[in-house]
Each structure stands twice: as C-alpha cells, then as structure tokens.
C-alpha cells in the first residue's frame, strides 16, 4: 500500500489543520493507520491510531481531546483533525500502515507499520 500524507501547513496557537492520508491502490483496505510525528532533534513518537474497522482509536496523552482520528475506507482515506494546537505539536506528521493487526486493533508502536508516507510539515508559531 501507498499513503499519501498532506493538510499540513502554518498555523498560530490555538488554531487547527485537518491532516489527511490518502491510500493507494484503492480498494478493499486491510490494515490499521497510524499517525507518527517527529519534531527536529527528537525521536518519532506515535500521536493517535485507528484500526481497520474504526471502532478502536488510540491517541497519545500529548494529543487527547484535541486531536481526532477518523477513516473512510470507501474512500480509503484517513483523517487527523487537529485543534487547539501548541508549538509543541510542531513536527513533520507520518501516515503509516499496519497490515499484522486484527480489524479492531491499532497501537502506537512504530515496529509494527510496513508502508510510511512522505511526510507533512505542521508548523505552529507562539
């Protein structure tokens, strides 16, 4: 599978971006996404999940209650809305997927995602 990661762009605290994953070939989808972010001089770190059938999320406690992660497999599209960002949410946002998970299940550790996206850069000024 390939993802396709775009939304991001400059915003001031407080404010919010919707960040979207598009996959690719489109079809019948058989894996989890995850978002992951990684900020300059620091380490990757997991920001939310959901699972094939949606009905399991999980969010870091950086991000929860103000991030929400939704998918529309008909359109084999996942969304991450972001609100009340932080300068501390600044960092380039990975789309990834797990193909080794059960359709209820996603986690936030990184080993178990096989396809990454490019990247989108989410930069929020003071």
């Known amino acids: 599978v390939q993802l396709q990661a775009s939304g991001g762009g400059l915003v001031q605290t407080g404010g919010s971006l919707r960040l979207s994953c598009a996959a690719s070939?489109?079809?019948?989808?058989?894996?989890?996404i995850g978002w992951f972010r990684q900020a300059p001089g620091k380490e990757r770190e997991g920001v939310s999940c959901?699972?094939?059938?949606?009905?399991?999320?999980v969010y870091a406690d950086s991000v929860k209650g103000r991030f929400t992660i939704s998918r529309d497999n008909a359109k084999n599209t996942i969304y991450l809305e972001m609100n009340s960002l932080k300068p501390e949410d600044t960092a380039v946002y990975y789309c990834a997927a797990d193909r080794s998970v059960a359709d209820y299940y996603c986690a936030l550790y990184d080993w178990g995602y096989d396809s990454w996206g490019q990247g989108t850069q989410v930069t929020v000024s003071s």
């Open positions: 959901i699972s094939l059938n949606a009905e399991g999320t």
């Open positions: 070939p489109v079809g019948t989808p058989s894996y989890a």
